[in-house]
């Protein structure tokens, strides 16, 4: 198939560009020894789990339905077609709080089991351990390292995300629920606290987790960095991350496993859309197939503008449009943009980034049809995976 024959809206993710992340995060396991694993919520095409699970250590998950995912679509095919791949993929999954309803199934299903309170694990820390589980505890370190995103920084006061160093020490000293004898069911402490961040701020967040938990990391045989650590983008400092990696091995002899969302995937993906119609209310305005509300929900939620190919900031080239989407929502906008020639009906445009939270949290609000997946083949082929119809609007409702 060709590129003008994809019907639009369309996410394309490109092989090599994928390909190219993976081999940046392979380096860092091959030079340190850390494990790397997918946090599917940020990418979950899972036509493309065998690849990833060649080059990473398996994935984690959200919930149960993340964590079945990944054992049929990259722990079982990759076992089947290499011998050496048993037992090498690890499924791990974090959730805020477990229900009796899934739990059984997660005993099933994944290898670590990273639990967010004292609580939680008295209710299923037993069962866990019986059923030959690692345990980890989800620790919140209270040390921001960014400002301004609130709903993104899980140490922000009141946050649900984590047991604070106080509550820790209440249970490790028997104080708290449970009693000190919950603490030797853990194997492994777990913290998530960097999005989109680069390693001076994991480097910073290192030196809290060692002065408020550092004498119990020990007795730990791991310790999970959580994902946000931006690997793959142009720029960040990989050699102070394995320096850190390298610090939690040498000195408590820790195995680190990371687990990015964003890097495995940023910049490996594309949304094709086609100009519908062009209005004019004091400026020009293009009405596209594609809505940032359904399609791209991150350039609402984030914010952000993302990028658009051959196109530049407003007024940079001669002809500036507002581009927004087909839905009732007046802030439906996804950006200004600027181009070389003016926009015709049916010409289409292709927005960059968009492997990475984009096809995980897309709607149908307004009836829109979700868009299709397509893969960019490494031969440069174009290939559909799914196309979704108006039955995938019904069948949800
Ligand atoms: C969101 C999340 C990740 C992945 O974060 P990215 O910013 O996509 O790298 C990893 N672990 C946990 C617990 C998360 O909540």
């Not at 059923?131 to 980890?136: E, Y």
């Not at 961040?197 to 045989?221: I, N, W």
């Not at 400026?283 to 990028?307: G, K, N, W």
């Not at 927004?324 to 439906?332: N, V």
Request: aromatic share 10%; net charge negative.
């Amino acid at each position: 198939m060709f590129f003008s024959q994809l019907p639009t809206p369309c996410y394309v993710v490109e092989e090599a560009l994928i390909e190219k992340n993976l081999r940046v995060l392979k380096g860092v396991m091959d030079r340190t020894g850390a494990r790397i694993l997918l946090a599917q919520k940020a990418f979950s095409m899972y036509h493309l789990y065998p690849l990833i699970g060649e080059y990473l250590c398996g994935a984690t998950a959200s919930g149960l339905y993340e964590a079945r995912l990944c054992a049929e679509e990259m722990i079982r095919p990759g076992a089947e077609e290499k011998e050496k791949s048993i037992g090498r993929l690890e499924n791990h999954i974090f959730s805020p709080a477990y229900g009796e309803a899934d739990f059984e199934a997660i005993l099933r299903y994944c290898d670590h089991i990273v639990f967010n309170s004292w609580r939680q694990i008295e209710k299923f820390g037993i069962r866990a351990k019986a059923a030959g589980k690692s345990i980890g505890l989800r620790v919140n370190l209270e040390c921001s390292t960014q400002e301004g995103h609130a709903i993104y920084d899980p140490c922000a006061p009141g946050s649900r995300l984590g047991v604070t160093a106080e509550r820790f020490e209440e249970a490790a000293s028997g104080e708290g629920n449970g009693g000190s004898s919950l603490i030797s069911l853990v194997d492994g402490l777990h913290f998530h606290t960097l999005c989109e961040q680069d390693s001076d701020a994991l480097e910073c967040t290192l030196d809290a987790v060692e002065e408020k938990f550092g004498k119990y990391l020990s007795r730990m045989k791991w310790i999970n960095f959580g994902g946000g650590h931006h690997i793959t983008k142009e720029g960040y400092d990989i050699p102070r991350l394995e320096r850190c990696i390298g610090r939690m091995k040498e000195r408590y002899g820790l195995t680190v496993y990371l687990e990015p969302g964003e890097a495995v995937a940023l910049n490996a993906g594309f949304l094709v859309t086609t100009v519908l119609e062009i209005i004019r209310n004091g400026m020009e305005i293009a009405i596209l197939d594609t809505s940032a509300a359904c399609h791209m929900p991150d350039v609402l939620e984030m914010p952000y503008r993302p990028p658009l190919l051959q196109s530049g900031l407003p007024g940079e080239k001669a002809y500036t449009y507002r581009l927004g989407g087909p839905t009732c929502l007046a802030g439906d906008i996804i950006g200004d943009y600027s181009f070389d020639k003016p926009l015709q009906e049916g010409d289409r445009l292709v927005f960059g980034d968009m492997a990475i939270y984009s096809m995980v949290k897309n709607n149908t609000f307004n009836g829109m049809p979700l868009p299709g997946i397509a893969l960019r083949e490494k031969s440069g082929e174009y290939r559909l995976i799914k196309q979704f119809g108006y039955e995938d609007f019904k069948g949800r409702l």
